[in-house]
């Protein structure tokens, strides 16, 4: 087996939080296994290229259930036994099987078709709130892009309206943490306050998904334990708003630095499905997967990544691979992008993906629409990125029409 250094990714661009495309594409070129540190200086191992990273998605020796196998430290500031971690995207096979059988019912298409017109309501009214405005500018991720999908998926669960800042705070520290402290500090305020709305839903339960799921039992009797109904209400909050909130965010820069496609797609929205899944192809919510755990020694391409050790998937360079897509760096909203994994494969496909991608085709829709003459407002290189490698998105995204 070949032994490697441990690769810096900032040392091989300062630029890799804003733009880690080349440095992925210099490490596929080398191998589909690094062993890198972090932007954050964390060490770990990063898989690359779209065969390899489909592979190690359904490698059962990288292990998603940290609370069992591993030291939940490794990875996250908080207490091994976490219920606010006790959900699916932290679980394997048969537990993984059997807590996303328990909430997909709730995930079918006819379900989220149903939410179409909600979702427009919610849209029209971030705009008109949006565009009320004299000064015709504003910051479209914290007046559109973050306060939509947030509205939907609290709307969804049932969480009341007075408590969906705190909830924003919350998800940004748990999944690009400011500081080890804020970050334990988020997991322990959202988990008490979770407590404390499933003790009212059981009492009062209503037509939302929380209290769909306080009662849901399947065939066999099974059901969700108290912590696992706290663990996947915090799963279901958290990744409903992050992706869809940085794809509206990350599709609007594609469409800005590309004003040919743009054009095009304002002259014919019979092209928005194709261009929605060219912008999680081109720049996804989801730079890579949360962290897994390999189980045993595992050698991918001539590489052995120790047991114990944390693997990353980098389903951002699988996208922009050459062996998979022609001319991957163009950004075409015409393009053939099946094959692309932006909401990951396999077992832990993500379960959100078409609530993402009707919000996602509504919101991009309706903006375009209402505002015909829609701008940046700032230098793209003077963005303020989300830290880490798990959202890829930006803080802000100043407009003007």
């Not at 029209?124 to 709130?129: P, R, V």
């Not at 969480?159 to 997991?187: C, H, I, K, Q, Y």
């Not at 009062?204 to 039992?217: F, K, R, T």
């Not at 991918?300 to 693997?311: D, E, F, L, Q, R």
Request: glycine residues 6%.
């Amino acid at each position: 087996m070949t032994a490697r250094p441990i690769v810096n990714l900032l040392e091989l661009s300062p630029e890799f939080v804003r733009d880690p495309y080349p440095v992925y594409a210099r490490l596929r070129a080398e191998a589909p296994v690094h062993h890198v540190r972090a932007p954050d200086g964390k060490e770990l191992w990063l898989v690359v290229g779209h065969d390899a990273c489909r592979a190690a998605f359904t490698d059962p020796r990288l292990s998603r259930d940290w609370r069992k196998s591993g030291d939940i430290s490794q990875i996250v500031n908080t207490e091994q036994d976490q219920p606010a971690l006790a959900h699916m995207l932290y679980a394997d096979p048969p537990d993984h099987t059997r807590l996303r059988r328990l909430v997909a019912r709730e995930f079918t298409p006819r379900r989220i078709d149903a939410l179409a017109p909600r979702v427009q309501e919610i849209t029209d009214e971030l705009l008109d709130a949006m565009l009320a405005g004299d000064e015709r500018r504003a910051d479209l991720i914290s007046s559109f892009a973050f306060p939509l999908p947030m509205t939907v998926i609290c709307e969804l669960l049932g969480v009341p309206d007075v408590d969906r800042d705190a909830f924003g705070g919350w998800s940004n520290e748990m999944v690009a943490r400011t500081s080890l402290e804020a970050e334990a500090l988020a997991f322990q305020e959202m988990t008490a306050y979770i407590v404390e709305l499933i003790a009212a839903k059981r009492a009062n339960p209503g037509e939302d998904l929380l209290s769909a799921m306080i009662h849901a039992v399947d065939g066999g009797g099974d059901r969700l334990s108290p912590d696992e109904l706290i663990g996947m209400s915090v799963l279901l909050l958290v990744a409903g708003h992050e992706t869809t909130a940085n794809l509206i965010g990350n599709g609007m820069r594609a469409l800005f630095a590309h004003p040919d496609q743009l054009t095009s797609l304002r002259a014919d929205f019979g092209l928005l499905d194709s261009a929605v899944e060219e912008m999680l192809r081109y720049d996804g919510p989801v730079e890579t997967c949360t962290d897994r755990l390999a189980l045993a020694d595992v050698e991918m391409g001539g590489v052995t990544i120790p047991a114990g050790s944390t693997v990353l998937i980098a389903m951002a360079d699988a996208d922009r691979d050459p062996q998979r897509f022609k001319d991957p760096s163009r950004f075409d909203i015409r393009r053939d992008t099946r094959g692309h994994i932006a909401f990951g494969h396999g077992l832990h496909h993500c379960l959100g993906a078409p609530l993402a991608r009707l919000e996602g085709r509504i919101a991009i829709r309706t903006l375009l629409e209402r505002c015909p003459g829609l701008r940046p407002d700032a230098d793209e290189t003077e963005l303020p990125w989300i830290p880490g490698m798990l959202i890829r998105g930006v803080r802000t995204l100043p407009v003007r029409w």
